[in-house]
């Protein structure tokens, strides 16, 4: 099979132009076909928080980047792309004919991967002639940025592409994350909606703003959950004894009603109204994009200690940024 030089992306929403930074950043050449009238300035426009991203990023010298070509087909996208990512919306039957054409215009070898937050990689595999060369690589925004991806495979996926996707986001400073069994939204936005759910909660009982809680996860356990994740984070919390005693300790929590997470919030109106309202005091002063630029300089600065310490996240950028150095020194 042929090494992963060039990628089509079908769709290029936020999700999509995240991608495309991604890819260009490591030298990698993309194909972008979106047919909606303002694709090309909403890329343009991921672009400019992503060069601006990079050069505060990483300290050795990068990689030329990879072209850039809006197509005015999906066939001219796929026709030649080792890669093809869809990110269009999250409906089934819309996943399903794009892969329909993909199948009847690109390589055999190319590999095909969804950027589906949930559905499972069996339903999008389903209608497929080569459903083993499906699988769903998940990312977070800013994609450019964040390292996870989530690897899904079907039913049907072949393991041998499951590694060669694995090795391939690898190589690009990513940190892939393969999921051992096949389920709806798979792990992250498991966990983002049961949060989500008990803030809803929170909201609507008067318990607290949605600044409150935006205040409860960035000073006190987000910045815990950067760098140590959940289990690392209660390990600790155990003390000398580790999360035995943890457990032993706050297990019996467990059966207290401290959340309502096997019951959600009617999500009327009302609710809408309510957490809106309350958005847009606390950050509606801020334009989306003035926001997404303090995102992403938090982010860097997250990642830049984290990788002084060659922990977590800031591993992995410290990982990438070896290769970028080897890559640079190569005379070939």
């Known amino acids: 099979m042929s090494a992963i030089e ?6 290029g929403g936020v999700i999509g132009a995240g991608w495309v930074a991604r890819f260009i950043e490591n030298g990698i050449d993309v194909a972008i076909y979106d047919p909606a009238a303002d694709a090309v300035a909403k890329v343009e426009a991921v672009l400019v928080n992503s060069r601006y991203a990079y050069k505060k990023l990483v300290k050795v010298q990068r990689r030329q980047e990879g072209s850039v070509t809006f197509c005015d087909s999906l066939v001219d996208a796929v026709s030649n792309a080792h890669l093809i990512v869809e990110s269009v919306p999250e409906r089934l039957e819309i996943k399903q004919s794009v892969y329909a054409e993909v199948e009847r215009h690109a390589g055999r070898d190319a590999i095909i991967v969804s950027s589906t937050s949930g559905i499972m990689p069996s339903d999008l595999q389903s209608k497929m002639d080569t ?6 690589a998940h990312p977070f925004n800013p994609v450019y940025l964040l390292p996870l991806v989530e690897l899904v495979g079907g039913r049907k996926t072949s393991p041998t592409v499951i590694d060669r996707a694995k090795a391939f ?5 990513m940190q892939p994350l393969l999921v051992k069994k096949e389920i709806e939204a798979f792990i992250a936005d498991r966990l983002l909606e049961a949060i989500w759910r008990e803030s809803l909660w929170l909201v609507k009982d008067g318990v607290a703003t949605t ?12 910045l815990r959950y950067a760098q140590m994740g959940v289990f690392d984070t209660y390990r600790v ?7 035995r005693h943890f457990m032993e300790q706050f297990g019996p929590c467990l059966k207290w009603p401290w959340s309502k997470l096997t019951d959600v919030p009617e999500f009327n109106e009302a609710l809408v109204d309510l957490i809106a309202t309350q958005s847009d005091q606390q950050s509606g002063h801020l334009s989306i994009r003035e926001m997404e630029r303090i995102r992403d300089d938090n ?3 997250i990642l830049r200690a984290l990788k002084g310490n060659n922990w977590g996240a800031g591993k992995t950028l410290a ?4 290769r970028l150095l080897e890559a640079a020194n190569d005379p070939n």
């Open 237 to 243: 919390a155990g003390g000398e004894a580790g999360m």
């Open 211 to 222: 600044e409150d809680i935006d205040d409860a996860v960035r000073f006190g356990f987000g």
């Open 131 to 136: 459903p083993e060369r499906l699988l769903v």
């Open 319 to 322: 990982n990438h940024e070896v």
């Open 6 to 11: 060039r990628v089509a992306i079908i769709g």
């Open 169 to 173: 986001y690898s190589s690009i400073g």
């Open 299 to 301: 982010l860097i600065g």
